[in-house]
Structure formats: structure tokens, C-alpha cells
């Protein structure tokens, strides 16, 4: 599943996508694809990749599909967004092999909105493949600081998790932290990355 493009750890990976969307029902398209961390559901608008969601077996792919359908005004369309999926499924693919970070297809942002996404944008662009940093230090980096607890809701928040690596967030005492598609999910993909050992057992 991958585009041809790798980085090492530490290289600055790129942040593709746009800020805005067009006004008004948008076309889109979904998948689910198979990954060591379980299936994850992918879905793109024209724009680009606008959800990751973990754990998508049949009941929670399809409540994520009644939901996109809701918030973008119109059922799912096979013919829009179909590349954007299919290159985002090879681009995991390739992660997961261990080839480097992840390369990012077209992102559409447009379901998270004002300093939750000015966050994850920082993110994307400033903490690459095989580095974390803390809740409160990215706070400090979108000029916030003392805003860790709203950094870790936009975390929270965030709808194109692995491509915009909230897992690479952690706490400042040393501690993982909390993630979406569950603690043991995080810490494969810190140790994936190099950040954390790979377990023994």
C-alpha cells in the first residue's frame, strides 16, 4: 500500500493538505484495510485523507460512515476520494514494513477546527518519524504555553491519526500518555518508530 517516498527518523516529513474545504455536500470514499494494529478504516473527500479511524469492524466502520455522511452533507460516493485511499493504504503499508515514516497523501483538515487544528498542523510539521514530544511543550510551540490539558483534547480530537501522529505525544514525566486506538496501539508505534524498545513477548 505506499507512495515511493521515505524519510529517516528525524527528517521533517511533509504536511500535504488543505485548510479549507468547499462549502456545501461534499463527495467521499472509504475503505477498510488491514494493519498489525487492526483494521482501520480511510476515507477521502476531492480534497484529500479526512478520517483514520481504528478498530473498524463492521459495527464501527459503519457508525464512522453515518457520521462522515452526516458531517459532510452527502452518502458515500465509490468514484471520489478513491486514489487518495488507495495511496494512503499503500503509504501504511510501507510504514508498517518498516520503511521509514509514513508518507501523507493529500489531507483534508476540515473536520477539526480552530486551535485543534493549528495544533495538529504543528504537529504534522515540526515532530517527524522517531521523535515524541511533550503535551505541554507542544503547547508552547502554537504559542499557548500552559495549555497542555487543551493540547491533549486536540489530540483527542484528532481525525487523521498515524498521518498526523498524535501517538507521538506524550507526558512530560516520562509516562506514554493516553491515545485513541488504546495505550498498547501507541506504544507499537513508538516502538515502531525507535522511540520505545520492541516487546519482548
Known amino acids: 500500500m505506499n507512495s515511493d517516498t521515505s524519510a529517516e527518523p528525524g527528517a521533517p516529513e511533509p504536511v500535504p493538505g488543505h485548510d479549507d474545504a468547499p462549502e456545501g455536500p461534499r463527495g467521499w ?10 483494521p482501520l478504516l480511510l ?32 452518502p458515500e460516493d465509490p468514484a471520489t476520494g478513491a486514489g487518495t485511499v ?24 476540515s473536520l477539526v477546527t480552530g486551535f485543534q487544528r493549528e495544533v495538529l498542523r504543528v504537529l504534522a510539521a515540526e515532530v517527524p518519524f522517531g521523535a515524541v514530544v511533550g503535551y505541554g ?36 514525566d516520562g509516562g506514554i500518555g493516553g491515545f485513541g486506538g488504546g495505550v498498547e496501539t501507541k506504544r507499537q508505534l513508538l516502538a515502531l518508530e525507535g522511540v520505545l524498545p520492541e516487546p519482548l513477548f
Open 137 to 172: 511543550e507542544l503547547a508552547r510551540r502554537v504559542g499557548q504555553p500552559g495549555a497542555a490539558q487543551a493540547v491533549g483534547l486536540a489530540m483527542g480530537a484528532n481525525p487523521l491519526p498515524l498521518f498526523v501522529a498524535c501517538h507521538r505525544v506524550v507526558e512530560r
Open 43 to 74: 476515507a477521502a473527500t476531492g480534497t484529500g485523507l479526512v478520517r483514520v479511524a481504528f478498530h473498524a469492524n463492521a459495527r464501527t466502520a459503519a457508525g464512522e460512515r453515518a457520521a462522515l455522511a452526516a458531517r459532510l452533507g452527502a
Open 86 to 109: 488507495e495511496a494512503a493504504g499503500k503509504a501504511l503499508d510501507r510504514y508498517f514494513a518498516g520503511d521509514g515514516a509514513l508518507a501523507a497523501p493529500p489531507l483534508d483538515w
Open 29 to 38: 470514499t472509504s475503505a477498510v484495510v488491514e494493519s498489525p494494529i487492526g
